[in-house]
């Protein structure tokens, strides 16, 4: 079972995917991981990686599909896996279809978390980050105990600067201008699956379930 989540920041699909890997005992494969893994072993694609990321520079696609591809075929991926944040592009995208194909495999759902912007500006909105020791809550869903303290340390909670509602917009834009043409690119495959990430998180998990089947 290979699975491409998709959904805009914010939307939750990294909480499903946590949930769709432990159910599944399946790996589930962000690229941030991917690549902290390669740069910390020292392997050459990571050696590849952290000369443009030193740079500050965005890692090139062929070179971000060559360590996607690499992790999907280590042993724990035998029965699947979940790609969170990846492909974020069509070109990317394509690289992997291609790369995929080469070894006689394909992508079987592209999951898709549909959450309307303005529901995504108040949800990031009511995050709250610890300056202390970084626990993260939320106001209405995971407030803490008392308002504005970290009940594990005691030190102030914060908006973050990325979670400030003119900063989510910016975010929202970019993810719109690049990942949408993605849900059109797997709508024309026919694997591409949505759900509605308005509802309970419990209910868009089962949502997920029910595509996947039990």
Known sequence: MKIIMLGAP???????????????????????DIFRANIKNGTE???????YMDQGLLVPD????????????????????????????IP?????????????????YAINVEVPDENIV???GGRRACVGCGATYHLVYAAPKKEGICD????????????KPETVQKRLGVYHEQTQPLIDYYTKKGILKE?????????????????LGA
């Open 10 to 32: 914010g939307a939750g699909k990294g909480t499903q995917a946590k949930k769709i890997a432990e159910k599944y005992q399946i790996p589930h494969i962000s690229t941030g």
């Open 45 to 51: 694609l990571g050696k590849k990686a952290k000369t």
């Open 195 to 211: 759900v509605d990430g308005t509802m309970d998180m419990g209910d868009v998990f089962k949502a997920i379930v029910e595509i």
């Open 122 to 124: 108040k949800r990031m």
């Open 62 to 89: 062929e070179l971000v599909c060559d360590l996607v591809v690499d992790r999907v075929q280590q042993d724990d991926c035998k029965k699947g896996y979940i790609l969170d944040g990846f492909p974020r592009t």
């Open 152 to 163: 594990n340390c005691g030190a102030e909670l914060i908006l973050r600067d990325d979670d």
């Open 92 to 108: 990317q995208a394509e690289s992997l279809d291609a790369a995929l194909s080469r070894l006689g495999e394909a992508v079987d």
